[in-house]
């Protein structure tokens, strides 16, 4: 056996009995801190999973898809988060190269001048020429990963690596709910900006109507002011709401990453955004796979148990190898030939003996972010049961409170329209009148709330049990 053999089966012998030990505690999800089901109550058998519906097919309203589709290409907090992606899946990339060699290639050429006397020949003059050249491959420093630590620092980093990509993809949901939901409360204020312009309009004709009367002494000036403050409350209210739609627009374009395009399609009106689907809750079990956040809170545990491994592979010794082989010579001639061949080979040893606690330290470290990461995992458990429960709850009483309000504003117009009907046969005073257009405004005002927040809970419901497919948005 040559010496360059026993010099590469010694290399692969290193590089076999890398990784033998793993140190990290082994990986166990918590167990499931949310009750087994959600409230039968609030679980009406659905057909359609979110976790398997686009966005796209969500919503209906062609000017949210716009705005949704332009967010989620501009927005500047998702470029952000991508980038930091591309980050974590570098550094994956650096920690992984570490468990092989770096093998590296050198090539050298040297031609050297000394004077004779330099040589130790007494009494010579004159000098000497001599040349070196050398190429060759090697190994420097390469660890041997017998106690898993190169092994569990990767592991930690790929970790990393897949809970970024999750809260990239959790941010993409949570973006997409933010703007929906700011879609709605900006379609809400523009309904009611224009309930409240028709209803400043209406009582602009009953205040010329109730100057008439007062002009031909039909009525006192009671009436007449009474009219002037209900058309100054609508105007108020008008003011009010013009001010919300702006900071909502100006809201909107941060969300979409810039102003918002002029060429947008017409959008629906608060009654038209019933897209008929109804999502399926399944059970509490299922959204850990489906929640982007649980997914990233356990690989950040799976990281911090990783990271544990490393801390304690640092209380054993650090073996690592250098070894190079290839040519040497002072002929160019004679660089290849088998005389010229050279080789080394050495592993070195380095265990510190007194580091005043600093190992000890990194391990508690160690093992005080895993309870943190621990606790952070049960929390995101926690939170997205609460958010389900939430979205199902709003599903089924919000929905009863349209019904009830719409029904409320129909009472309310026909209060109004007797009340008019009663101060013009002179039955009752104006104040009458005055109370039933209040009471209307208000039941019309409500109404419209109540339709905004239904559909603000259909998103964050769709949200909540992980709306639309990795493959789908990533």
Not at 24 to 34: G, I, N, V, Y
Not at 165 to 181: K, M
């Amino acid at each position: 056996m040559t010496r360059k053999t026993r010099l590469v089966l010694a290399l692969a012998g290193g590089f076999a009995l890398t990784g033998c030990i793993n140190m990290a505690p082994a990986h166990e999800r918590p167990a499931l801190s949310a009750p087994a089901s959600y409230e039968p109550a609030y679980r009406p058998d659905g057909a359609t999973v979110a976790s398997q519906l686009a966005w796209q097919d969500y919503f209906v309203d062609p000017r949210l898809e716009a705005l949704v589709g332009t967010a989620l290409a501009n927005n500047r907090d998702l470029i952000a988060a991508t980038a930091r992606i591309e980050q974590a899946r570098a550094q994956f990339r650096v920690e992984d190269s570490r468990r092989l060699p770096e093998i590296g290639a050198s090539a050298s050429g040297t031609r050297t001048r000394q004077p004779l006397s330099a040589s130790g020949t007494a009494g010579a003059t004159g000098s000497v020429t001599s040349n070196r050249y050398d190429i060759g491959v090697g190994v420097s420093g390469f660890e041997l990963d017998f106690w898993g630590r190169v092994r569990n620092l990767s592991d930690a980093a790929r970790a990393d690596y897949l809970a970024t990509v999750a809260a990239q993809r959790a941010f993409y949901l949570a973006l997409i709910g933010d703007v929906a939901s700011t879609y709605y409360e900006l379609v809400e204020t523009d309904e009611q900006i224009a309930l409240s312009q028709a209803t400043a309009e209406s009582r602009r004709e009953g205040l010329r109507i109730a100057r008439l009367r007062l002009d031909n002494g039909v009525t006192s000036a009671l009436p007449y002011r009474q009219a002037e403050t209900l058309l100054t409350q609508a105007e108020q209210d008008l003011s009010s709401q013009r001010l919300t739609a702006a900071r909502l627009r100006n809201q909107l374009a941060v969300l979409v990453g810039g102003q918002i395009p002029a060429d947008l399609p017409a959008g629906l009106t608060l009654t038209e955004q019933d897209n008929g689907i109804v999502l399926d809750a399944g059970l509490p079990s299922e959204l850990m796979l489906a929640r982007p956040d649980i997914i990233s809170a356990e690989e950040s545990l799976r990281a911090a148990r990783a990271n544990i491994g490393a801390a304690r592979a640092a209380f054993f010794p650090s073996i690592s190898l250098t070894g190079n082989a290839g040519f040497a010579s002072s002929s160019l001639d004679n660089l290849f030939s088998n005389d010229s061949q050279t080789w080394s080979f050495g592993p070195a040893i380095d265990l510190p003996l007194f580091d005043w606690g600093a190992r000890e330290a990194q391990l508690d470290r160690a093992k005080a972010l895993e309870v943190e990461a621990v606790a952070n995992y049960d929390l995101a458990v926690q939170t997205a049961f609460r958010e389900v429960s939430d979205g199902l709850a709003g599903r089924r009483w919000l929905a009863e409170q349209v019904v009830t309000l719409e029904q409320a504003v129909l009472a309310q117009e026909e209060i109004a329209r007797i009340a008019h009907a009663r101060y013009r046969e002179g039955v009752a005073d104006y104040l009458e009148v005055l109370d039933a257009e209040r009471n209307l405004f208000s039941a019309r005002q409500n109404l419209l709330a109540t339709r905004r927040a239904y559909h603000q809970n259909a998103v964050s419901l769709y949200v909540a049990l992980g709306g639309g497919s990795a493959e789908q948005e990533l």
